[in-house]
Protein backbone atom coordinates (compact mmCIF):
# COMPACT_ATOMS: atom_id res chain seq x y z
CA UNK A 1 0.00 0.00 0.00
CA UNK A 2 0.90 3.54 -0.42
CA UNK A 3 1.09 6.43 2.19
CA UNK A 4 -2.45 7.03 1.20
CA UNK A 5 -4.04 3.74 2.13
CA UNK A 6 -3.96 2.54 -2.00
CA UNK A 7 -2.40 -0.85 -2.96
CA UNK A 8 0.40 -0.75 -4.75
CA UNK A 9 -0.93 -3.17 -7.19
CA UNK A 10 -4.51 -3.84 -8.78
CA UNK A 11 -6.64 -7.02 -7.39
CA UNK A 12 -6.87 -7.98 -10.52
CA UNK A 13 -4.68 -9.11 -13.18
CA UNK A 14 -4.47 -8.14 -16.72
CA UNK A 15 -7.29 -10.04 -18.60
CA UNK A 16 -8.48 -12.00 -15.03
CA UNK A 17 -11.99 -10.78 -13.10
CA UNK A 18 -11.81 -10.81 -9.20
CA UNK A 19 -14.07 -14.02 -8.78
CA UNK A 20 -11.19 -15.55 -10.91
CA UNK A 21 -8.46 -14.77 -8.70
CA UNK A 22 -10.38 -15.44 -5.81
CA UNK A 23 -10.95 -18.93 -7.17
CA UNK A 24 -7.34 -18.84 -8.20
CA UNK A 25 -6.02 -21.09 -5.89
CA UNK A 26 -8.78 -24.01 -6.07
CA UNK A 27 -8.61 -23.89 -9.95
CA UNK A 28 -4.89 -24.01 -10.26
CA UNK A 29 -4.18 -27.78 -8.91
CA UNK A 30 -7.27 -28.62 -11.74
CA UNK A 31 -5.76 -26.80 -14.42
CA UNK A 32 -2.15 -28.09 -13.69
CA UNK A 33 -3.44 -31.74 -14.32
CA UNK A 34 -5.44 -31.40 -17.00
CA UNK A 35 -2.47 -30.94 -19.73
CA UNK A 36 -1.18 -34.64 -18.35
CA UNK A 37 -4.68 -36.58 -18.22
CA UNK A 38 -5.69 -35.40 -21.37
CA UNK A 39 -3.01 -37.76 -23.36
CA UNK A 40 -3.43 -40.55 -20.97
CA UNK A 41 -7.19 -40.88 -21.95
CA UNK A 42 -6.31 -41.01 -25.05
CA UNK A 43 -3.78 -44.10 -24.69
CA UNK A 44 -6.51 -45.37 -22.97
CA UNK A 45 -8.53 -45.57 -25.60
CA UNK A 46 -6.11 -46.07 -28.05
CA UNK A 47 -5.47 -49.19 -26.33
CA UNK A 48 -8.64 -50.63 -25.51
CA UNK A 49 -9.33 -50.12 -29.59
CA UNK A 50 -6.18 -51.97 -30.43
CA UNK A 51 -7.19 -54.94 -28.17
CA UNK A 52 -10.66 -54.83 -29.72
CA UNK A 53 -8.69 -55.02 -33.32
CA UNK A 54 -6.44 -57.81 -32.37
CA UNK A 55 -9.98 -59.77 -30.70
CA UNK A 56 -11.73 -58.66 -33.75
CA UNK A 57 -8.49 -59.97 -36.21
CA UNK A 58 -8.35 -63.50 -34.37
CA UNK A 59 -12.18 -64.43 -34.27
CA UNK A 60 -11.97 -63.78 -37.93
CA UNK A 61 -8.68 -65.92 -38.30
CA UNK A 62 -10.66 -68.62 -36.26
CA UNK A 63 -13.33 -67.89 -38.38
CA UNK A 64 -11.55 -68.74 -41.88
CA UNK A 65 -9.96 -71.70 -40.57
CA UNK A 66 -13.32 -73.54 -39.57
CA UNK A 67 -14.17 -76.30 -41.82
CA UNK A 68 -16.70 -76.14 -44.60
CA UNK A 69 -20.51 -76.18 -43.73
CA UNK A 70 -19.72 -75.14 -40.55
CA UNK A 71 -22.59 -72.53 -40.27
CA UNK A 72 -24.71 -74.87 -41.64
CA UNK A 73 -23.99 -77.28 -38.56
CA UNK A 74 -24.29 -74.41 -36.12
CA UNK A 75 -27.58 -73.39 -37.23
CA UNK A 76 -28.62 -76.80 -36.95
CA UNK A 77 -27.59 -76.82 -33.57
CA UNK A 78 -29.11 -73.78 -32.94
CA UNK A 79 -32.42 -74.68 -33.97
CA UNK A 80 -32.59 -78.26 -32.69
CA UNK A 81 -31.30 -76.65 -29.67
CA UNK A 82 -34.88 -74.20 -29.90
CA UNK A 83 -36.99 -76.98 -30.55
CA UNK A 84 -35.38 -78.87 -27.38
CA UNK A 85 -36.40 -76.21 -25.60
CA UNK A 86 -39.52 -75.53 -26.70
CA UNK A 87 -40.72 -78.89 -26.32
CA UNK A 88 -39.29 -78.88 -22.64
CA UNK A 89 -41.02 -75.70 -21.63
CA UNK A 90 -44.26 -76.33 -23.25
CA UNK A 91 -44.09 -79.88 -21.90
CA UNK A 92 -44.51 -81.76 -25.01
CA UNK A 93 -41.45 -84.44 -24.25
CA UNK A 94 -44.22 -87.36 -24.46
CA UNK A 95 -45.53 -85.79 -28.19
CA UNK A 96 -42.33 -85.40 -29.21
CA UNK A 97 -41.08 -88.47 -28.83
CA UNK A 98 -44.01 -90.48 -30.08
CA UNK A 99 -43.44 -88.81 -33.10
CA UNK A 100 -39.66 -89.82 -33.26
CA UNK A 101 -41.15 -93.31 -32.77
CA UNK A 102 -43.48 -93.53 -35.35
CA UNK A 103 -41.35 -91.80 -37.47
CA UNK A 104 -38.48 -94.26 -37.04
CA UNK A 105 -40.70 -97.04 -37.62
CA UNK A 106 -42.10 -95.64 -40.45
CA UNK A 107 -38.37 -95.35 -42.11
CA UNK A 108 -37.99 -99.00 -40.99
CA UNK A 109 -40.82 -100.46 -42.58
CA UNK A 110 -39.71 -98.87 -45.71
CA UNK A 111 -37.00 -101.12 -46.17
CA UNK A 112 -38.34 -104.23 -45.04
CA UNK A 113 -38.75 -104.81 -41.27
CA UNK A 114 -42.23 -104.62 -41.08
CA UNK A 115 -44.19 -107.41 -38.84
CA UNK A 116 -45.66 -109.49 -40.94
CA UNK A 117 -46.46 -112.52 -39.02
CA UNK A 118 -47.14 -113.23 -35.48
CA UNK A 119 -47.12 -116.55 -33.67
CA UNK A 120 -49.13 -116.66 -30.64
CA UNK A 121 -49.08 -119.53 -28.30
CA UNK A 122 -49.89 -120.42 -24.49
CA UNK A 123 -52.84 -118.13 -24.09
CA UNK A 124 -55.92 -119.56 -23.21
CA UNK A 125 -56.97 -116.97 -20.51
CA UNK A 126 -55.68 -113.88 -22.58
CA UNK A 127 -57.10 -112.80 -25.80
CA UNK A 128 -54.46 -112.09 -28.36
CA UNK A 129 -55.72 -108.71 -28.75
CA UNK A 130 -54.57 -108.15 -24.73
CA UNK A 131 -51.24 -109.91 -25.52
CA UNK A 132 -50.84 -107.60 -28.77
CA UNK A 133 -51.48 -104.29 -26.54
CA UNK A 134 -49.44 -105.47 -23.81
CA UNK A 135 -46.54 -106.02 -26.12
CA UNK A 136 -46.87 -102.71 -27.97
CA UNK A 137 -47.00 -103.93 -31.40
CA UNK A 138 -49.36 -102.22 -33.69
CA UNK A 139 -50.08 -102.50 -37.27
CA UNK A 140 -46.84 -99.68 -37.77
CA UNK A 141 -44.24 -101.17 -35.17
CA UNK A 142 -41.31 -102.38 -37.35
CA UNK A 143 -39.46 -105.58 -36.09
CA UNK A 144 -36.33 -103.28 -35.84
CA UNK A 145 -37.17 -101.19 -32.99
CA UNK A 146 -39.50 -103.29 -31.23
CA UNK A 147 -37.36 -103.64 -27.72
CA UNK A 148 -38.19 -107.63 -26.96
CA UNK A 149 -37.15 -106.98 -23.41
CA UNK A 150 -39.84 -104.16 -22.65
CA UNK A 151 -42.42 -106.05 -24.53
CA UNK A 152 -41.57 -109.60 -21.88
CA UNK A 153 -41.96 -106.88 -18.90
CA UNK A 154 -45.26 -105.46 -19.70
CA UNK A 155 -46.69 -108.93 -20.92
CA UNK A 156 -45.33 -110.26 -16.82
CA UNK A 157 -47.42 -106.82 -15.89
CA UNK A 158 -50.67 -108.88 -16.49
CA UNK A 159 -51.72 -111.41 -12.95
CA UNK A 160 -52.58 -114.26 -15.69
CA UNK A 161 -49.18 -114.59 -17.39
CA UNK A 162 -47.01 -116.21 -15.26
CA UNK A 163 -43.87 -116.42 -17.95
CA UNK A 164 -43.36 -114.98 -21.45
CA UNK A 165 -40.86 -115.25 -24.04
CA UNK A 166 -40.88 -112.55 -26.98
CA UNK A 167 -38.54 -113.92 -29.99
CA UNK A 168 -37.85 -111.66 -33.30
CA UNK A 169 -37.05 -113.23 -36.74
CA UNK A 170 -35.98 -111.43 -38.81
CA UNK A 171 -36.69 -109.62 -41.08
CA UNK A 172 -40.70 -109.69 -40.39
CA UNK A 173 -41.52 -112.51 -38.31
CA UNK A 174 -42.55 -111.90 -34.39
CA UNK A 175 -43.00 -115.09 -32.22
CA UNK A 176 -45.25 -114.89 -28.31
CA UNK A 177 -45.06 -117.48 -26.37
CA UNK A 178 -46.63 -117.45 -22.59
CA UNK A 179 -47.20 -119.71 -19.76
CA UNK A 180 -50.91 -118.56 -17.67
CA UNK A 181 -51.72 -119.00 -14.57
CA UNK A 182 -54.79 -121.30 -13.49
CA UNK A 183 -57.26 -120.30 -11.22
CA UNK A 184 -56.99 -122.03 -7.92
CA UNK A 185 -59.51 -121.05 -5.56
CA UNK A 186 -61.28 -117.77 -4.21
CA UNK A 187 -60.14 -115.38 -1.62
CA UNK A 188 -62.45 -113.93 0.59
CA UNK A 189 -60.80 -110.77 2.45
CA UNK A 190 -63.09 -108.16 4.21
CA UNK A 191 -65.89 -108.96 1.95
CA UNK A 192 -64.40 -108.72 -0.86
CA UNK A 193 -64.88 -112.14 -3.39
CA UNK A 194 -61.40 -112.82 -5.52
CA UNK A 195 -60.19 -115.25 -8.25
CA UNK A 196 -56.68 -116.30 -7.29
CA UNK A 197 -54.18 -118.28 -8.41
CA UNK A 198 -51.86 -121.30 -6.37
CA UNK A 199 -49.28 -118.66 -6.18
CA UNK A 200 -51.59 -116.09 -4.47
CA UNK A 201 -51.85 -113.59 -7.36
CA UNK A 202 -54.85 -112.07 -7.71
CA UNK A 203 -56.14 -113.21 -11.15
CA UNK A 204 -59.51 -111.33 -11.23
CA UNK A 205 -61.33 -109.15 -8.78
CA UNK A 206 -64.07 -110.52 -9.48
CA UNK A 207 -65.84 -113.99 -9.69
CA UNK A 208 -67.59 -115.07 -13.13
CA UNK A 209 -69.92 -118.01 -12.58
CA UNK A 210 -67.19 -120.45 -13.91
CA UNK A 211 -65.58 -119.89 -11.07
CA UNK A 212 -68.14 -120.63 -8.36
CA UNK A 213 -66.99 -124.48 -7.75
CA UNK A 214 -63.67 -123.55 -6.87
CA UNK A 215 -62.15 -124.03 -3.40
CA UNK A 216 -63.04 -120.34 -1.00
CA UNK A 217 -60.23 -119.45 2.05
CA UNK A 218 -61.12 -116.76 4.16
CA UNK A 219 -58.64 -114.35 5.79
CA UNK A 220 -55.83 -111.98 5.49
CA UNK A 221 -53.02 -114.05 3.97
CA UNK A 222 -55.18 -117.04 3.30
CA UNK A 223 -54.47 -116.24 -0.20
CA UNK A 224 -50.54 -117.11 0.49
CA UNK A 225 -50.85 -120.05 2.45
CA UNK A 226 -54.12 -121.93 0.63
CA UNK A 227 -51.66 -124.36 -1.61
CA UNK A 228 -50.17 -125.97 1.24
CA UNK A 229 -52.80 -126.09 3.31
CA UNK A 230 -55.21 -127.71 0.47
CA UNK A 231 -53.04 -129.96 -0.63
CA UNK A 232 -53.20 -131.58 3.02
CA UNK A 233 -57.56 -131.47 2.63
CA UNK A 234 -57.37 -133.25 -0.57
CA UNK A 235 -55.96 -136.40 0.85
CA UNK A 236 -59.65 -137.04 2.79
CA UNK A 237 -62.04 -136.58 -0.26
CA UNK A 238 -64.82 -137.10 2.40
CA UNK A 239 -63.91 -134.06 4.00
CA UNK A 240 -63.24 -132.22 0.77
CA UNK A 241 -66.23 -133.14 -0.55
CA UNK A 242 -68.30 -131.56 2.43
CA UNK A 243 -66.22 -128.31 2.25
CA UNK A 244 -67.42 -125.29 2.22
CA UNK A 245 -64.52 -122.70 3.15
CA UNK A 246 -61.54 -122.64 4.90
CA UNK A 247 -60.98 -120.00 6.99
CA UNK A 248 -57.06 -118.74 8.35
CA UNK A 249 -57.19 -118.05 12.17
CA UNK A 250 -55.12 -114.99 13.34
CA UNK A 251 -52.67 -115.91 10.52
CA UNK A 252 -52.03 -119.50 12.34
CA UNK A 253 -54.21 -122.15 12.05
CA UNK A 254 -57.59 -123.07 9.92
CA UNK A 255 -61.15 -123.78 10.44
CA UNK A 256 -63.06 -125.74 8.43
CA UNK A 257 -66.88 -124.39 7.46
CA UNK A 258 -68.77 -127.12 6.47
CA UNK A 259 -71.81 -127.41 3.96
CA UNK A 260 -73.87 -128.70 7.22
CA UNK A 261 -72.81 -125.80 9.31
CA UNK A 262 -70.70 -127.44 11.57
CA UNK A 263 -67.35 -125.67 12.40
CA UNK A 264 -63.67 -127.91 13.10
CA UNK A 265 -61.34 -126.45 14.15
CA UNK A 266 -57.69 -127.22 13.52
CA UNK A 267 -54.26 -127.19 15.39
CA UNK A 268 -51.51 -125.00 14.35
CA UNK A 269 -49.36 -128.19 13.97
CA UNK A 270 -50.09 -131.33 12.39
CA UNK A 271 -52.82 -130.89 10.76
CA UNK A 272 -53.10 -134.45 9.05
CA UNK A 273 -52.97 -136.20 12.48
CA UNK A 274 -55.94 -134.17 13.32
CA UNK A 275 -58.05 -134.76 10.38
CA UNK A 276 -57.07 -138.44 10.72
CA UNK A 277 -59.14 -138.67 14.25
CA UNK A 278 -62.00 -136.53 12.43
CA UNK A 279 -62.68 -139.21 9.83
CA UNK A 280 -62.21 -141.91 12.34
CA UNK A 281 -64.69 -140.47 14.49
CA UNK A 282 -67.36 -140.18 12.07
CA UNK A 283 -66.78 -143.16 10.22
CA UNK A 284 -67.51 -144.73 13.78
CA UNK A 285 -70.16 -143.00 15.48
CA UNK A 286 -71.51 -140.32 12.43
CA UNK A 287 -69.74 -137.72 14.19
CA UNK A 288 -70.64 -135.34 11.84
CA UNK A 289 -74.38 -136.37 11.17
CA UNK A 290 -75.22 -135.29 14.71
CA UNK A 291 -76.65 -132.02 15.91
CA UNK A 292 -73.25 -130.42 16.58
CA UNK A 293 -72.15 -126.86 15.38
CA UNK A 294 -68.48 -127.35 16.68
CA UNK A 295 -65.70 -130.07 16.47
CA UNK A 296 -62.70 -128.67 18.38
CA UNK A 297 -59.88 -130.81 17.73
CA UNK A 298 -57.15 -128.35 18.96
CA UNK A 299 -55.84 -130.73 21.69
CA UNK A 300 -53.97 -133.98 20.97
CA UNK A 301 -55.39 -135.80 23.45
CA UNK A 302 -58.98 -135.00 23.66
CA UNK A 303 -62.19 -134.01 20.92
CA UNK A 304 -64.83 -131.00 22.05
CA UNK A 305 -68.24 -130.92 20.75
CA UNK A 306 -70.78 -128.02 21.41
CA UNK A 307 -74.33 -129.25 20.68
CA UNK A 308 -76.85 -127.04 18.61
CA UNK A 309 -78.84 -125.06 20.42
CA UNK A 310 -81.98 -127.19 19.72
CA UNK A 311 -80.11 -130.16 20.59
CA UNK A 312 -78.77 -128.71 23.55
CA UNK A 313 -82.48 -128.11 24.70
CA UNK A 314 -83.46 -131.33 24.15
CA UNK A 315 -80.23 -132.63 25.56
CA UNK A 316 -81.18 -131.09 28.98
CA UNK A 317 -84.84 -132.00 28.23
CA UNK A 318 -84.13 -135.65 28.33
CA UNK A 319 -81.42 -135.18 31.49
CA UNK A 320 -84.75 -133.41 33.45
CA UNK A 321 -86.77 -136.24 32.72
CA UNK A 322 -83.88 -138.59 32.98
CA UNK A 323 -84.19 -137.03 36.81
CA UNK A 324 -87.73 -136.84 37.45
CA UNK A 325 -87.41 -141.42 36.69
CA UNK A 326 -85.17 -141.41 39.02
CA UNK A 327 -86.52 -139.64 41.81
CA UNK A 328 -89.82 -141.36 41.17
CA UNK A 329 -88.06 -144.58 41.46
CA UNK A 330 -86.54 -143.69 44.67
CA UNK A 331 -89.97 -142.89 46.15
Do not use: C
Not at 7 to 25: C, F, M, N, W, Y
Not at 77 to 97: F, M, S
Not at 251 to 262: A, C, S
Amino acid sequence: MDGGGRLDQPLTRSGQSAAGQIGAPHDEPSRARAPVDRPRRRESRFAASSSYRRLIGRWAATVAHLPRGAGVIGSILLIAGTLVYGAVAGQHIPAVLDWTKGARDIAANAIGFRIAAISLSGNKEVSREEILTAAGVTGRTSLLFLDADAARKRLLANPWIADAAVLKLYPNRLQITITERHAFALWQKNDRLSVIAADGTVLEPFVENRYLGLPLVVGRDAERQAEDFLAIVDRYPDIRSALRASILVADRRWDLRLTNGINVQLPEGDVAAALDRLVELDRDKKLLSRDITVVDLRLPDRVTVRLSDAAAAARDEALKATMKKKKGGDA
